[in-house]
């Protein structure tokens, strides 16, 4: 499987989880700023799953920053400073139906009342650790990473589609 990781503070994803990855044969991508894993994305479709750092400093790259507006109007509407997330490079994932999945030091940023992360309505309280896992619990990461992709290939084969498409 062909995997992109986001994440600002690198240590993580490279002390623990490309290593374990790489040992089970999945090819990995690491990128630190989103603006260079969304033109990653961008340029090549052949990535199997992508695994983003939910709350990320960054700015948009002006390919996202229409979807950062309505990531952060949600955030803020919740009392949240509005902060712009990686939220928009899901919801710019999701429209595409590209597997990925969120891993996050701050769950409580995660408002399913607001549909935050809009994309995953429906979903169900076992599927959410998956898509919305907190770092440090996801386990080991093959294992992770490979029960995301197989979640997302039932939900897709059953017509699981972005909100607001038929």
């Given at each position: ?150 979640l997302w290939m039932e ?12």
């Amino acid at each position: 499987m062909r995997i992109l990781l986001l994440d600002d503070q690198p240590p993580y994803f490279n002390s623990v989880w490309i290593p374990r990855l790489r040992q089970r044969g999945h090819e990995v991508v690491f990128h630190r700023r989103l603006g260079s894993a969304f033109d990653a994305l961008s340029q090549d479709s052949g990535f199997d799953l992508v695994v983003l750092d939910l709350l990320m400093d960054h700015e948009p790259p002006p390919g996202l920053a229409s979807l950062s507006g309505i990531v952060s109007a949600a955030l803020r509407s919740a009392g949240h400073p509005g902060e712009t997330t990686a939220q928009a490079l899901g919801l710019w994932l999701w429209r595409q139906r590209r597997p990925y999945c969120y891993l996050t030091a701050y769950p409580i940023l995660w408002r399913p009342e607001l549909d935050s992360p809009p994309e995953f309505v429906g979903a169900t309280p076992q599927e959410l650790k998956f898509l919305v896992c907190e770092k440090g619990s996801e386990g080991k990461a093959p294992d992770f990473v490979e029960g995301v992709y197989k979640l997302w290939m039932e939900k897709l084969a059953g017509g699981w589609k972005p909100m607001g498409q038929p």
